[in-house]
């Protein structure tokens, strides 16, 4: 006990920031990042997507006639057999911030730069943290850029500048791809720090954003089936084993982003859970929801994903600070 | 001059059961060189790691110019440089960027690093490469790079492991001058090796590591003394060797042990300088004297006699 206190006043003894040294880490990271191989091609292939997506977007929604929300369209309307852009960002997201983060640590390690580096005036914070904001910098810029892009694009193609409302619901949802981008980001960063071989690390993310991308819905059907089943058919039972699947289904960083990106894209949309009729009551069907209350409907979303950010970090972190030098 | 900037006080590391470092206590001086010596795994590198406050100690208290590398590692590492054994640099960087890097990192302002960056490269020889990627870089430009990274933070300490391990000779005994000069600059210098004749050259004193424990501390001569017994070898060559003489030479005060080497050589170990004496005898026993020096004591073979000693304990005691 007595050992621990000591410890625990050793820890909170610790002299200066720990954040000494971490900006230099994330411009020497950023440039890295931004000048790597790996970089250019997947940047290439999200500008192509965003191209050939949006372009083909643009050319059923000229026919579609008039529509409050045709910018937003053209993020979400796909042409057959291509899903529309948000679809594709759905799983070009994941693969960038894995990209940018499954060597972060082991590959320091691997080139025997880690000891060299924490020699320096700095804690091992500064370095965690410091790689982690340049990949998410990143990431943000990349996006960014790519979102400049198709509005431009759009302007070129619709014909029609944008809508204030239509900027402000797609800045917010370029905000919730950044913070998609995150989780994965924190993700392969934690796995960088558990696996010595970068490959390792590579595969273990890959596989954990299949496993949600695509296993998942499954999973969380199967597991609403055993916990809540549907015996006599009461309205109660039905509805228990919806909200059930919903709840789970949500645990999965992909539905959370599909969900927020559908609220805030598509503003018809006005609830995300189930509606039952004693709800709509009232209701003006069919009009859309101003914003504030789409930004409110996806709020505990936006929360889940930094949360659930913060909190793989905050594991990675952990086992970091834990982890011997000497390999 | 006799300021002590390194010390450690019953310092233990533990891994499990493991004992990594067991009860040290070493204390180094300010302008010192000091090289620690031992087999791969007596625990060189994990004390190097304490001294950086890189790994906790288990027990015991590490003292690095009077701050304790736990609580207080920012100000350590600002004022130690370290030039690790697995160095590595950004390959896709050039020599000059990965030191950039370092000096920002050292949080120096930028015209401050660029001049000591300058500096550094100059006083390496490096100057030419300095723009030149490090993935073209040899194994000697390499560790000449490290100690460039470790300079531009202008370090009171300098704790290298292994520095001239996998060295061509000729690169090993350029880095044995650059830490010479350092040791001219007053900047203490804590190496470990097991390279010992380069270690010999360099340092002012050197322990001896076996299994976690410095077993044997002091300068090269004190150590010969107490593992060779005789420290001063010489090697006499007379023209017509006989057993008179043999016998005058041992029983001169202060040599240890005569031993025929060949036909006509003489090996006369001595606690001290005897030449005078052994030519006298010689002379005095009737014989001529073709040749005589004095090898200085070896590290090497103190090392090598030392773990044989260790051996033949081990052996009786099991």
Redesign the interface.
């Given at each position: 006990m007595a050992a621990r206190s000591e410890e625990m006043a050793r820890v909170s003894a610790r002299e200066g920031s720990p954040w000494t040294g971490m900006w230099a880490v994330v411009w020497k990271e950023m440039a890295d990042n931004l000048t790597s191989v790996r970089m250019s091609i997947l940047e290439t292939l999200t500008v192509l997507t965003a191209i050939g997506t949006v372009y083909s977007a643009a050319q059923n929604l000229r026919s579609s006639g008039r529509d409050p929300f045709l910018f937003l369209r053209l993020f979400t309307t796909g042409r057959e057999p291509l899903p529309a852009f948000v679809g594709f960002l759905g799983f070009l997201v994941p693969l960038i911030a894995i990209a940018l983060a499954f060597d972060a640590i082991n590959g320091e390690f691997n080139r025997r730069t880690i000891s060299r580096l924490l020699s320096q005036p700095i804690y091992r914070d500064a370095l965690l943290l410091g790689k982690f904001l340049a990949g998410l910098f990143t990431l943000a810029l990349v996006l960014s850029t790519i979102w400049l892009i198709i509005v431009g694009l759009g302007i070129v193609t619709l014909g029609v500048p944008p809508s204030g409302e239509e900027v402000a619901r797609l800045l917010w949802f370029l905000l919730v791809v950044i913070f998609y981008g995150g989780i994965w980001l924190s993700v392969a960063t934690l796995f960088s720090i558990l696996f010595r071989q970068p490959a390792t690390a590579a595969l273990a993310s890959i596989a954990v954003w299949l496993f949600f991308a695509i296993f998942w819905g499954m999973i969380a059907d199967l597991l609403t089936q055993v916990l809540a089943p549907v015996r006599v058919g009461y309205l109660e039972e039905i509805v228990r084993q919806v909200r059930l699947n919903l709840a789970l289904s949500r645990i999965s960083p992909n539905t959370l982003y599909v969900d927020a990106v559908l609220a805030l894209l598509n503003p018809n949309i006005r609830s995300l859970g189930l509606v039952l009729p004693v709800q709509l009551e009232g209701a003006i069907l069919g009009t859309p929801l101003p914003l504030d209350q789409s930004v409110l409907l996806i709020w505990p979303h936006i929360t889940g994903l930094i949360a659930a950010t913060i909190l793989i970090f905050a594991l990675g972190y952990v086992l970091f600070q834990r982890r011997e030098i000497r390999a | 001059m006799d300021e002590i900037v390194l010390e450690t006080r019953g310092l233990t590391k533990r891994y499990g059961d493991l004992v990594a470092v067991d009860h040290l206590d070493l204390t180094v001086r300010r302008g010192e060189v000091f090289g620690l010596l031992g087999p791969n795994g007596a625990g060189k590198?994990?004390t190097i790691?304490m001294l950086?406050g890189?790994?906790e100690p288990t027990e015991g208290t590490v003292r690095v110019l009077g701050l304790d590398p736990?609580?207080?590692?920012?100000?350590v590492?600002?004022r130690?440089?370290?030039l690790?054994e697995?160095?590595?640099?950004?390959?896709?960087l050039t020599a000059r960027e990965n030191l950039i890097?370092?000096a920002?990192?050292?949080?120096l302002r930028r015209e401050e690093a660029y001049r000591r960056i300058d500096e550094a490269l100059e006083k390496i020889g490096l100057v030419e490469a300095a723009d030149k990627p490090v993935s073209t870089f040899s194994r000697g430009m390499r560790q000449r790079l490290?100690l460039a990274?470790v300079l531009i933070?202008k370090p009171e300490i300098i704790i290298m492991d292994e520095p001239t391990q996998g060295l061509d000779p000729g690169v090993a005994l350029e880095f044995l001058e650059i830490i010479r000069d350092l040791k001219a600059q007053e900047i203490t210098i804590l190496l470990s090796s097991h390279l010992l004749h380069q270690v010999q050259a360099v340092c002012d004193r050197v322990g001896l590591f076996h299994r976690g424990r410095m077993v044997l501390e002091g300068t090269v001569e004190e150590l010969a003394q107490q593992v060779l017994g005789g420290a001063y070898r010489i090697h006499i060559e007379v023209e017509k060797p006989h057993h008179v003489l043999e016998e005058a030479l041992r029983r001169l005060d202060g040599v240890v042990r005569v031993e025929r080497e060949d036909t006509r050589a003489y090996l006369v170990e001595a606690r001290r300088d005897m030449r005078a004496e052994v030519a006298r005898a010689v002379h005095e026993a009737g014989g001529a004297l073709l040749s005589l020096d004095m090898e200085l004591p070896s590290l090497d073979e103190v090392y090598a006699r030392y773990f044989e000693q260790q051996e033949v304990n081990d052996g009786s005691a099991e």
């Open positions: - | 590198t994990t790691l950086l890189l790994t736990v609580r207080q590692p920012l100000s590492k600002a130690v440089g370290y690790p697995q160095l590595g640099f950004y390959e896709n890097y370092t920002k990192l050292n949080g490290g990274d933070k």
